[in-house]
């Protein structure tokens, strides 16, 4: 597809379907105009994302939101210079939704696409306001699906240097959350309850690689420990809810900031960013802030809105992207399981 009009300030529609959250961003000059999300409600009772009610309901908002998107930021269609989506990771269902929506909206209007990697958008979303890092800077990024640090030596250049093997931080958020009768998803519930709680319970961290992650044990030394105190006194949960969400965020905090810390020092990185849906948890941003302040390390948290997942940092890759001229053809489709180059 060819380039309608080369701008040196590009007004780029982007779009972010990959999993339960429908979302729409217009930047101008890579400044976000509007950044509109719907989430879906429909997965709430069911401890987790259905995958197929996720893309149907993906059909039903992403002509509201990308109108909404539109109205928000003030422009006229004709004014675009090109469209973004999310290509992967995610969900295939969800994704082919964004992907299928904006190769349309690209042939229409004669448009070049972009095809944006869901998890390098998330660390591009420091890119959105200011502060932003400079490179080199080392990047935890913790959602439902990824548990990742990666040395960004660029926008698209990294290095992995440590992930999960299991579960992702979200995800052991939510199954715990779920185990404890919290609606899906539950980690912010666990943060609301564990500000009027205690860390009276002690979970193991699981024994791995200097900088690998594992949550899946913690999931089950929660079940053991709920079924033992549940046999003794069937309240239990009820009585103790606000210290047992206390003592399991903080078993996940804990691993996930000592090992950024350790990683920050070891490759000798004075500049520190979290990024993904985790990231908006109150007690990691403490400390981490406290981790950083001790050793001297400059830390980049980005806007709750530009942490879970939003159209917004879909639109900011897109834009470091535009200015390489690195358009993706009509051929390009939905990858569940995209990679990146490492
Ligand atoms: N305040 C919070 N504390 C802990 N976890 C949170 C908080 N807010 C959101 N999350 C978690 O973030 C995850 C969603 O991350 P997000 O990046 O939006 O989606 P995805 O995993 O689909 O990329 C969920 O697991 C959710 O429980
Ligand atoms: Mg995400």
Redesign the pocket.
């Known amino acids: 597809m060819k380039e309608k009009k080369s701008s040196k300030s590009p007004i780029i529609l982007a779009i972010e379907s990959?999993?339960?959250?429908t979302s729409c961003a217009i930047s101008v000059n890579g400044v976000v105009r509007a950044n509109i999300v719907a989430n879906q409600t429909v997965h709430k009772n069911y401890g987790g994302?259905v995958p197929e009610l996720a893309s149907r309901a993906h059909l039903s908002h992403i002509i509201p939101v990308v109108d909404a998107a539109i109205k928000e930021a003030g422009i006229k269609i004709s004014d675009l210079n090109a469209i973004a989506f999310t290509q992967g990771p995610?969900l295939l269902g969800s994704l082919i939704v964004g992907n299928q929506f904006a190769k349309g909206l690209a042939v229409a209007l004669d448009l070049p696409l972009i095809a944006i990697n869901?998890m390098e958008a998330?660390i591009l979303a420091h890119f959105i306001d200011a502060p932003i890092p400079s490179f080199p800077f080392l990047n935890l990024t913790?959602?439902?699906?990824?548990t990742e640090l990666v040395i960004m030596h660029d926008y698209f250049q990294q290095d992995l240097i440590g992930q999960t093997l299991d579960d992702?931080?979200?995800?052991a958020?939510?199954k715990c959350?779920k185990m404890l009768g919290l609606p899906?998803?539950?980690?912010?519930e666990?943060?609301?309850l564990a500000k009027a709680g205690e860390i009276k319970f002690n979970f193991p961290t699981a024994r791995v690689g200097e900088f690998e992650f594992s949550f899946s044990g913690l999931k089950t030394s929660v079940m053991y420990f709920l079924k033992r105190n549940l046999e003794k006194d069937p309240d239990f949960i009820h009585k103790e809810i606000n210290n047992i969400a206390a003592s399991v965020?903080d078993a996940?905090v804990k691993t996930l900031v000592n090992k950024t810390l350790k990683a920050a020092k070891r490759h000798q990185l004075k500049q520190i960013a979290v990024s993904?849906?985790?990231s908006?948890?109150?007690?990691?941003r403490n400390q981490m802030i406290n981790a950083c302040g001790d050793i001297g390390a400059e830390l980049f948290l980005a806007a709750?809105k530009y942490?879970?997942?939003?159209a917004a940092m879909i639109a900011m890759a897109a834009h470091f992207k535009y200015l390489k001229s690195d358009f993706c053809s009509l051929k390009t489709s939905a990858e569940p399981r995209l990679s990146r180059q490492f």
Do not use: M, R
């Open positions: 990959s999993c339960d959250d994302v995610g869901h998330h913790v959602s439902g699906g990824h992702a931080a979200g995800e958020f939510d959350g899906y998803p539950s980690g912010p666990i943060d609301k965020q996940i993904g849906g985790v908006v948890n109150s007690e990691l709750p942490c879970t997942d939003n």
